[in-house]
């Protein structure tokens, strides 16, 4: 069993910042890219930031200059901090990580989701 606990999402103004974090946790022999998406209220779930195993990084064009994705190899742990937060970032945030389970679990190949972080940028 293969889970992931995020945090950091809340209100925040526009023009403020965040920091989400992404912590896969279980029987997890090794961790491959990690990535965030968004969903904002009637729109689809987009990608806004990726992050490999080499800690190569892609971006959105709409959040490029803005926010930076990055992990933690030792803590197993991906962040996203977001600067000039916009309104139109407002969604929530879910996590994406591929992930190697153990051999108890016979080393199977998951992609597993986040359950979501509400991210509300409003004045």
């Known amino acids: 069993q293969v889970q992931l606990v995020e945090s950091g999402g809340g209100l925040v103004q526009p023009g403020g910042s965040l920091r989400l974090s992404c912590a896969p946790s279980?029987?997890?022999?090794?961790?491959?890219?990690m990535a965030w998406y968004r969903q904002a209220p009637g729109k689809q779930r987009e990608l806004v930031a990726k992050?490999?195993?080499?800690?190569?990084?892609t971006y959105a064009d709409s959040v490029k200059g803005r926010f930076t994705i990055s992990r933690d190899n030792v803590k197993n742990t991906m962040y996203m901090q977001m600067n000039s937060l916009k309104s139109e970032d407002t969604a929530v945030y879910y996590c994406n990580v591929a992930v190697v389970t153990d051999p108890e679990e016979g080393y199977r190949y998951l992609e597993v989701w986040g359950q979501g972080t509400l991210v509300t940028v409003s004045s």
């Open positions: 992050i490999t195993a080499a800690s190569l990084t």
């Open positions: 279980g029987s997890i022999a090794s961790i491959g890219p």
